[in-house]
């Protein structure tokens, strides 16, 4: 077989050059005629298609630092590309025999990376969200009468997700540096009726790192279970240890003590969106999942990636690009994806060393990962508002020179104990937000700050 080299269209030509080697083996079936488009029409369409595509941000791009976006790597593509021209399911081994056991294999390598128990039980899902709402799930079926506890800066799908399964729960505060505050959970725990705390391991908002170290006294004393969403910051996990561990290693070495962790490969993972995973360290959880349809077409003994998940059908092609893409991008720290993840990561230390310095900006709180976050130096909330919109616009809107942000909205109190100095005329003021997930970003923190200086100057 020839090999690709690694560039987006050698390895898209051969993914499609393998499925065609595979679909020769069982030899020749024309395509009905009715599939085949109608030259005109697909043209016409495809003319159209390209014009839509226009509309989008350049996500590849390191002017793009707006929200937590960036394509696949190639490999990931091309991976999915030829698993999804075969088109397995991983609902049942019959679905997806191959695809299957490549998912086993990542749920391993995720498991390892984390440090959980070699039993540890998961599986992919669609994204973070149902990755999550399984874990909640869980959560509810294993204390059925008590609350989930998480905090105000947790991502607000917990929140919906308990209202959707019926669950009280429960929001504490976070620290003014987007931490979940660990005496309010005390005192909530102190009730006797908390089951599960939910712990966030990079915070959407911040990228803040909860103490998940600290949490686990939580376990002992009141005998909660710990969920750690990790949808964003899990891989950082390969950053935590070494003489210069990049990120702070006792919370990601914490997490191999608690119950289930959800991460997203469709973030920091390299890979396409329909790509989340779910891990318990408790493999008896899979009782819970327990059904008898009629209609299954289970036929083996050995476990089927459906019956230990909620969602049915799902794309064996997901497991495909992430097997492939992690055995050229292995989880390891100074190589693969710790080398990508690591650049990312000096990236928004420099980007938030140089804002330190700036007469113009003031950084919000120092980057624990790769989200950096700064305001415009003026004397109120309402003008650190109306300036950190307005950069957000005449950022987008240049028409030599653009730069993509995102804003993030915090609340007066968090500026009154991190920014005395501003005057807290409102209740809140939105700041200006960078995610810096690509490690190209890493050579363009001088380039970010200047033009940041410059939106901020208007
Ligand atoms: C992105 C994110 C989610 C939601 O995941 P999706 O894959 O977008 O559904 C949940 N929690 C955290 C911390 C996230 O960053």
């Not at 490999?75 to 698993?83: E, Q």
């Not at 003489?243 to 289930?260: G, K």
């Not at 690009?321 to 989880?331: D, E, N, R």
């Not at 950069?391 to 942000?405: C, E, I, Q, S, V």
């Amino acid at each position: 077989m020839d090999e690709p080299d690694g560039g987006r269209p050698g390895l898209l030509a051969a993914a499609e050059r393998l499925v065609a080697a595979w679909e020769r083996r069982f030899g020749s079936s024309e395509p009905h005629p009715a599939t085949v488009p109608d030259p005109a029409r697909l043209a016409h369409a495809w003319e159209d298609f390209g014009r839509r595509m226009e509309d989008h941000y350049p996500f590849f791009h390191p002017r793009y630092a707006g929200q937590m976006l960036k394509p696949p790597n190639p490999v990931a593509a091309a991976g999915y590309l030829a698993a999804m021209l075969i088109n397995p399911n991983n609902h049942a081994l019959d679905g997806g025999p191959g695809t299957s056991a490549l998912e086993l294999e990542v749920l391993a390598a995720l498991v390892g990376m984390f440090g959980l128990p070699e039993r540890t039980l998961g599986h992919l899902t669609s994204s973070g969200t149902i990755a999550n709402l399984e874990a909640l799930w869980v959560a509810r079926e294993l204390h059925p009468n008590k609350r989930i506890v998480h905090s105000q800066a947790a991502h607000y799908t917990h929140a919906r997700m308990c209202k959707l399964l019926g669950v009280q729960a429960s929001a504490v505060p976070s620290t003014p540096d987007g931490r979940i505050d660990l005496d309010a959970v005390s005192d909530e725990c102190r009730r006797g009726d908390v089951g599960t705390v939910v712990l966030t391991l990079g915070s959407t908002g911040l990228g803040a790192i909860d103490r998940i170290d600290q949490a686990l006294a939580l376990r002992e004393r009141y005998d909660v279970r710990l969920h750690v969403d990790a949808a964003y910051g899990g891989f950082f996990t390969l950053l935590a240890d070494g003489s210069e561990p990049l990120v702070d290693p006792a919370p990601f070495a914490a997490v191999r003590a608690c119950d289930s962790v959800v991460v997203d490969p469709h973030k920091h993972g390299l890979q396409p969106y329909g790509c989340g995973a779910v891990l318990f360290a408790d493999p008896t959880v899979a009782r819970l999942y327990r059904h008898d349809s009629p209609y299954t077409y289970f036929t083996s003994e050995e476990r089927h990636l459906g019956e230990i998940s909620l969602e049915c059908s799902r794309a064996g092609a997901a497991a495909a690009a992430l097997w492939l893409t992690l055995q050229v991008f292995p989880l390891e720290r100074d190589d693969g994806l710790g080398a990508i993840l690591a650049a990312c990561r000096r990236g928004a230390q420099r980007l938030g060393a140089v804002l330190a310095g700036s007469e113009r900006l003031t950084p919000h709180v120092a980057p624990e990962l790769d989200i950096v976050t700064c305001f415009a130096r003026e004397r109120s909330l309402t003008r650190i508002d109306s300036v950190s919109a307005r950069m957000l616009a005449d950022g987008m809107a240049d028409r030599t020179d653009p730069l993509f942000l995102s804003l993030l909205t915090v609340d007066a109190p968090a500026f009154r104990t991190l920014h005395p100095g501003v005057q807290t005329d409102a209740p809140a003021a939105r700041i200006v937000r960078s995610v810096l997930m690509k490690p190209e970003h890493e050579h363009a923190t001088d380039w970010l700050a200047a033009r940041l200086e410059a939106l901020a100057a208007g």
